[in-house]
């Protein structure tokens, strides 16, 4: 399976916008990018994903890099409430009986700053 | 709100035992999922299903049974417990084969002594 790589941690201050990188460079033609995050003490949310394209959706932006060798989530202005792991993850095409199975790394730990 | 719960939500258990954790959706939805998180780790997945009676093994599953035998509940079990199974439970469902999202519940937390 393509894996990615993030940073461990990133600091934000309140109602600034915040760029979360991830690299994933093994990343085959088919594989969507995937962003989830999760808040202490629950399971984790889906936040928004894409295939080649840019995307946004109420909670964040995606942003593709040319050649899906990297993306970046983008939260437009930062709240407490964002603070989160986010996980950056590949998911292989959906089919009916692959399971559209999910491979979390370790995420990144957001720190939002009042 | 994917009407997803978890039952039991905390359980202490001794090395050995027999446990069963249970999901219960309310929509009737295709897939389900059992993850397992560790501090400090994302997660991983145990077993899903893909219907009742169709299920298939994840990255982790030694260790671990599953059984479906009705669309809203997804039982995962882990038959001889023990320490390393010590960890937090999640179960997710996904609507259907054209959906991209998995929605998750809250989690089980699990001690294994």
């Known amino acids: 399976d393509a894996k990615t790589t993030q940073p461990n941690s990133m600091e934000s201050n309140e109602e600034e916008p915040v760029h979360l990188p991830c690299n994933h460079s093994t990343i085959s033609g088919t594989d969507y990018i995937h962003w989830y995050r999760q808040l202490p003490s629950q399971g984790p949310e889906y936040v928004i994903h894409?295939?080649?394209s840019n995307v946004n959706n109420r909670m964040a932006s995606l942003a593709i890099a040319e050649d899906r060798k990297s993306s970046t989530l983008i939260l437009h202005r930062a709240t407490l409430r964002d603070a989160a792991v986010y996980y950056c993850?590949?998911?292989?095409?959906?089919?009916?009986?692959?399971?559209?199975?999910?491979?979390f790394g370790e995420g990144t730990q957001l720190t939002v700053n009042p | 709100d994917a009407g997803i719960t978890q039952s039991p939500r905390h359980k202490v258990t001794e090395t050995g035992t027999p446990v069963t954790l249970r999901c219960h959706q309310t929509?009737?939805?295709?897939?389900m999922y059992w993850y397992r998180q560790d501090p400090g780790h994302g997660l991983r997945l145990i077993h899903y299903?893909?219907?009742?009676?169709?299920?298939d093994k994840g990255e982790v599953s030694d260790g671990y049974s599953v059984s479906r035998s009705k669309t809203e509940d997804f039982l995962l079990t882990l038959e001889s417990a023990t320490s390393s199974q010590t960890s937090v439970y999640f179960c997710?469902?996904?609507?259907?084969?054209?959906?991209?999202?998995?929605?998750f519940g809250p989690g089980t937390r699990l001690t294994v002594l």
């Open positions: 299903s893909y219907g009742v009676k169709d299920t």
């Open positions: 993850i590949l998911r292989a095409p959906l089919g009916e009986t692959s399971g559209s199975r999910l491979t």
């Open positions: 894409g295939l080649t």
């Open positions: 929509e009737n939805h295709r897939y």
């Open positions: 997710a469902i996904r609507p259907g084969s054209s959906y991209n999202e998995q929605f």
